[in-house]
């Protein structure tokens, strides 16, 4: 390999964002050609179009998470994937869901797969916290936020998975009563969760 400043600034830049974009190799002036050669030569992996990690470095079960940060910066990890999380309820998602602003631009990335589920105003912005995962941010809405949301989106997921998340959720002492009560009303399902909420009083 000739030019070794330019490789160890790649793998230096890939330990550093754990996920390497090719825009990231190509805003330092240094041509993609030595990324192709480093996964070549078998010191970083190419997981999906645009992006790389090193050959040695150590993902968690949230790697996809980070990835779909990475892709859609604006997302907010929600639903599904944010019940897997947290580790409420059974589901194992084979997507990444993630909700967008009902005006944002549908991404167009095929890694990794994505659900995108529109959300608008206090529902978008409210509930968020900021995970920090193989050295990415990853912004995830909160156990309580997100079983108010299963119940928003009781059709697309199915209300058995959003009584379970509510279970589980309030048996691990995962959020209040009043913090429950807040979010229903953000997502406008207050009177849907009602008699699960009193049920659990």
Same mark, same amino acid.
């Given at each position: 390999?000739?030019?070794?400043?330019?490789y160890?600034?790649?793998?230096?830049?890939?330990?550093?964002?754990?996920?390497?974009?090719?825009?990231?190799?190509?805003?330092?002036?240094?041509?993609?050609?030595?990324?192709r &050669?480093?996964v070549?030569?078998?010191?970083?992996?190419?997981?999906?179009?645009?992006?790389y990690?090193?050959?040695? #470095? *150590?993902?968690?079960?949230?790697?996809?998470?980070?990835? #779909?940060?990475?892709?859609?910066?604006?997302?907010?990890?929600?639903?599904?994937s944010?019940? =897997?999380?947290?580790?409420?309820?059974? =589901?194992?998602?084979? =997507?990444?869901?993630?909700?967008?602003?009902?005006?944002?631009?549908?991404?167009?990335?095929?890694?990794?797969?994505?659900?995108i589920?529109?959300?608008?105003?206090?529902?978008?912005?409210?509930?968020?916290?900021?995970?920090?995962?193989?050295?990415?941010?990853?912004?995830?809405?909160?156990?309580?936020?997100?079983?108010?949301?299963?119940?928003?989106?009781?059709?697309?997921?199915?209300? *058995?998975?959003?009584?379970?998340?509510? &279970?589980?959720?309030?048996?691990?002492?995962?959020?209040?009563?009043?913090?429950l009560?807040?979010?229903?009303?953000v997502?406008?399902v207050?009177?849907?969760?009602?008699?699960y909420?009193?049920g659990?009083?």
């Amino acid at each position: 390999m000739s030019n070794p400043t330019a490789y160890d600034s790649i793998l230096g830049l890939a330990r550093k964002k754990t996920v390497l974009r090719l825009r990231d190799v190509t805003a330092l002036g240094i041509h993609p050609e030595y990324v192709r &050669r480093l996964v070549a030569a078998g010191l970083l992996i190419r997981t999906g179009r645009g992006l790389y990690v090193l050959a040695d #470095a *150590d993902l968690t079960e949230n790697h996809s998470l980070v990835e #779909a940060a990475k892709r859609v910066p604006r997302g907010v990890v929600c639903l599904l994937s944010a019940l =897997q999380f947290h580790h409420m309820g059974t =589901q194992m998602p084979h =997507q990444v869901w993630l909700a967008l602003d009902h005006k944002a631009r549908l991404p167009r990335t095929a890694h990794p797969p994505l659900r995108i589920v529109r959300f608008s105003g206090e529902a978008l912005q409210t509930g968020i916290e900021r995970h920090k995962i193989e050295g990415a941010q990853v912004r995830i809405y909160n156990p309580g936020k997100t079983v108010a949301d299963c119940f928003k989106y009781r059709n697309k997921i199915g209300l *058995d998975v959003a009584l379970e998340a509510l &279970r589980e959720g309030w048996r691990g002492r995962r959020f209040s009563m009043d913090e429950l009560w807040g979010y229903a009303k953000v997502c406008r399902v207050a009177n849907v969760m009602r008699p699960y909420l009193e049920g659990l009083e």
